[in-house]
């Protein structure tokens, strides 16, 4: 194998989160010793360099021995790219055999055990997204059972939505997101936009119990900074007062992060027809 510090340099120009994940497991050991494997005769400078280098992969990635674990599972083989994109596909499937009232067809994707949502938008012609539906569990769900449940949950049994309509469908985009690494942030600033999702917990005036998330996407979406973002989510809450540095700080926050995926109807049909799974009852789609 080539030797520590070619390794790292080499690993410094990918941009492989499960192949980070999986170098920093298995070095991490020798970056608390300051050795690596075979360091025994290797001199003092040459241990202080690999140190060094190891250092700078550790602050790149920002991972804690916890993140690194759940970043090995969230680029998982159920959850890699490929994977992600074949779970919206199926959640066509599911509104489309609701609409026909056809068989659903079985998964093709691994199972497995996340927290979930689903998002329905509908797209423009101009390629502008509006959103038309999100509905998600934030505790650990079968995948198979979760994308059936939370892909009829978000199309139809969205609140701030009518239910979608079959005529709607060839203008929609559905998207997938597999949550994972949920901790406590240490202040409502302790998170990163773009990388984490947010829930957010507190108590009003009255004594009731308010709480709100957002998906990782949000913030940066919108191109809120921080603060805005967690004004967005108090309100989001219910929270109908004055918002205050008081209130902010007396927020209990939950970071976490997701895997993301989409595909619009245009891409699922065609894929559905090279793969001889389209089915020839929704031929009025």
């Known amino acids: 194998p080539p030797p520590v510090p070619q390794l790292f340099t080499l690993l410094l120009r990918l941009r492989l989160p499960a192949l980070h994940a999986v170098q920093v497991i298995v070095l991490a050991p020798y970056f608390v010793t300051g050795c690596r494997p075979g360091c025994s005769q290797v001199g003092l400078e040459q241990r202080r360099e690999d140190q060094k280098l190891l250092r700078r992969v550790w602050v790149r990635l920002q ?59 509908k797209v423009d012609s101009r390629g502008g997204v509006q959103l038309r539906g999100c509905i998600g569990n934030l505790s650990g769900i079968d995948l198979h059972q979760g994308i059936v449940k939370y892909a009829n949950a978000s199309a139809f049994d969205d609140r701030r939505f009518s239910p979608i309509g079959l005529q709607e469908v060839q203008g929609l985009e559905c998207a997938v997101t597999l949550l994972f690494n949920f901790e406590k942030a240490d202040s409502w600033l302790d998170w990163t936009i773009g990388r984490h999702g947010l829930i957010i917990e507190f108590e009003s005036p009255r004594g009731s119990s308010l709480s709100a998330t957002f998906l990782p996407n949000v913030c940066e979406e919108q191109g809120w900074s921080q603060q805005e973002c967690i004004d967005s989510l108090i309100r989001k809450a219910g929270y109908k007062g004055a918002i205050d540095s008081g209130l902010r700080t007396s927020l209990a926050v939950t970071r976490y992060q997701g895997c993301k995926a989409s595909v619009d109807y245009a891409q699922y049909r065609r894929d559905r027809v090279a793969a001889n799974m389209w089915n020839s009852a929704w031929k009025r789609v």
């Open 63 to 121: 991972l804690s021995s916890r993140d690194v674990r759940c970043s090995l599972r969230a680029f998982s083989s159920s959850t890699d790219k490929d994977q992600l994109e074949e779970q919206c596909r199926y959640c066509f499937d599911v509104i489309l055999s609701h609409f026909f009232r056809t068989a659903l067809p079985s998964p093709r994707f691994p199972g497995g055990h996340y927290p979930l949502f689903v998002t329905w938008n």
